[in-house]
């Protein structure tokens, strides 16, 4: 019954998602044909690459045993997996009609960081991302009883966080990209830290795959802030 309400959440997250994206990019004076055809290549990126990344960093020895598990999309996908997966998507799309990526992008994020909640909802139902025992009051006991961090639950709840800054300062962009490394500096701290309360993800040299996709999501973060910045120096001047 849960996935089966997980998988109600994840649909429905897909149709509001793109009419949330509709609407920014309509806001935005875009071409709105675009940034729905977008949001789809997103999310069959995003859907191929979050199994995929699942398979062979999360599970590889599942990969090993049986090699057919990577076409097996209903196996399980990361979210980390998902977004890059989805960055691909849109790239690829918008490259072949030859427009700015950043805008499209932007307005997208309006549309999926909001129903990220759906899908953080889903996770805290099937409690798929078990964290350490805990006292802590938001803490919640597993199949077996035991109450643990249950970081779909802090996820969700931090998206929440994420979703009302986001909608509080659409109006606000000093330099383009403004909302992509709010989003990004936001999320990826937060993401970073709580992976320290995992129980269940394999480590390589010492952190868990999120930890390093994390660092990574920074880093763009850091670079679209830099690019940014540079811009709006160069209009001033």
């Given at each position: ?16 998602g793109c009419e949330l994206a509709y609407w920014r990019g309509k806001r935005m004076g875009l071409n709105t044909r675009y940034v ?77 960081v909001p129903v990220w909640i759906l899908g953080r909802l889903g996770c805290t139902i099937t409690f798929d991302h078990p964290g ?106």
């Open positions: 019954m849960n996935n089966i309400i997980f998988g109600g959440l994840v649909i429905g997250a897909v149709f509001l729905v055809d977008a949001s789809l290549w997103a999310i069959l990126g995003g859907f191929a690459l979050s199994h995929l990344v699942m398979v062979a960093v999360y599970h590889p020895d599942l990969l090993v045993k049986n090699p057919m598990s990577l076409f097996m999309v209903w196996g399980g996908m990361s979210s980390f997996g998902g977004f890059f997966g989805g960055i691909a998507g849109i790239y690829i799309y918008l490259k072949r009609k030859q427009v700015p990526m950043l805008p499209y992008c932007e307005a997208i994020m309006f549309g999926f350490i025992r805990t006292n802590f009051f938001l803490g919640m006991a597993d199949s077996a009883g035991v109450v643990r961090h249950n970081l779909g639950f802090y996820e969700m709840l931090w998206t929440v966080v994420i979703t009302v800054i986001l909608y509080s300062l659409r109006n606000y962009r000093p330099f383009p990209g403004f909302h992509s490394v709010l989003v990004i500096f936001l999320y990826a701290p937060v993401r970073f830290y709580l992976d320290t309360l995992r129980v269940a993800d394999p480590l390589y040299f010492g952190m868990t795959p999120g930890q390093y996709f994390s660092i990574a999501l920074f880093l763009l973060g850091a670079i679209l802030l830099f690019r940014g910045l540079q811009s709006l120096r160069n209009h001033i001047l």
